[in-house]
């Protein structure tokens, strides 16, 4: 028998939300920041440019596009606000994705496969730039995040 306060819906037809800060309001607007930069076949180029133009992550954690030229299309804009306002960037909000990942029942949604790899790059980048148990430690998370994408892949 169920008892009265408990939900008619398990986790299970509605998984955890993986990236909870892309349902958030934008402060500036009414909209939700919710942008998803691989829309064709030229949005997926540009998004590797993006990647093989060097990035500059400061002290913050946060990051831009160092090419001036890049950085000021309108998609490098929605990389700042996927990069800077809804990828985690600490090693308890990234192992929280990596656990949510790990059982999640169905195939990831294309902006969720986005945000994990993009995810999986800032990992790689704090391991390359840490060092002793601390790179162990983000060295840890690529490779769980990395498990997670090719689970999904498969």
Request: hydrophobic share 40%; aromatic share 10%; glycine share 2%.
């Amino acid at each position: 028998v169920r008892h009265p306060m408990e939900p008619l819906f398990s986790h299970c037809y509605f998984p955890a939300m993986l990236f909870p800060a892309a349902q958030r309001f934008k402060r500036s607007s009414a909209a939700f920041l919710n942008p998803v930069l691989q829309n064709s076949l030229e949005d997926v180029v540009l998004l590797y440019e993006f990647l093989l133009a060097e990035l500059d992550i400061d002290k913050g954690q946060r990051i831009s596009i160092k090419d001036e030229e890049l950085a000021s299309l309108r998609k490098a804009a929605e990389f700042d606000t996927i990069c800077n306002e809804i990828i985690p960037k600490s090693i308890t909000e990234i192992r929280r994705l990596t656990s949510r990942l790990s059982s999640y029942p169905t195939v990831l949604k294309k902006e969720d496969f986005e945000r994990t790899v993009l995810t999986m790059v800032y990992t790689a980048y704090r391991a390359a730039q840490s060092q002793g148990h601390q790179k162990d430690t983000w060295a840890e998370s690529f490779v769980n995040l990395y498990k997670a994408l090719k689970h999904d892949l498969m």
